[in-house]
């Protein structure tokens, strides 16, 4: 989570005490460690450390904070592997097959009570 949250880190008041604890509590790690307003840390990163590999303050000239550069490792899992099974026509033995439909009952009954007692 990255934004500016008017709490300054350099200088902590009871907010930002508390903002800390809270994502401390959530397992967050605070990552900006420079000024971002002037002589204030308003801008902040929260991630787990392990996603974030750099932060870094930036000079702007189009606002009066600093800009936040971060790089983050993100790994995707990997899809997991579907065994799928087929029948490979090129091998079926038809004549085999056709004598093994004739072994099978396809008569249709109206009663359904019987057909789930058979």
């Known amino acids: 989570m990255t ?3 008017n709490s300054d880190l350099l200088h902590p008041d009871t907010k930002a005490v ?3 604890e ?5 397992n967050f790690s605070q990552l900006v460690t420079k000024p971002t307003r002037k002589e204030a ?3 902040h990163v929260y991630c787990n450390p392990t996603f974030v ?6 000079e702007y000239n189009i606002s009066d904070h600093k800009g936040l550069l ?3 490792s993100i790994i995707r899992p990997k899809d997991k592997r579907i065994m799928i099974k ?9 004549v085999k097959m056709i004598l093994d439909f004739d072994n099978v009952d396809l008569s249709i009954s109206n009663d ?3 057909s789930w007692t058979e």
């Open 86 to 94: 087929y029948c490979d026509y090129n091998t079926v033995d038809y």
């Open 18 to 20: 508390k903002l800390l």
């Open 41 to 43: 840390l308003l801008d």
């Open 22 to 26: 809270f994502f401390k509590r959530n």
């Open 112 to 114: 359904v009570e019987a």
């Open 70 to 72: 971060f790089s983050m």
């Open 53 to 58: 590999l750099n932060v870094s303050v930036m």
């Open 3 to 5: 934004g500016d949250f």
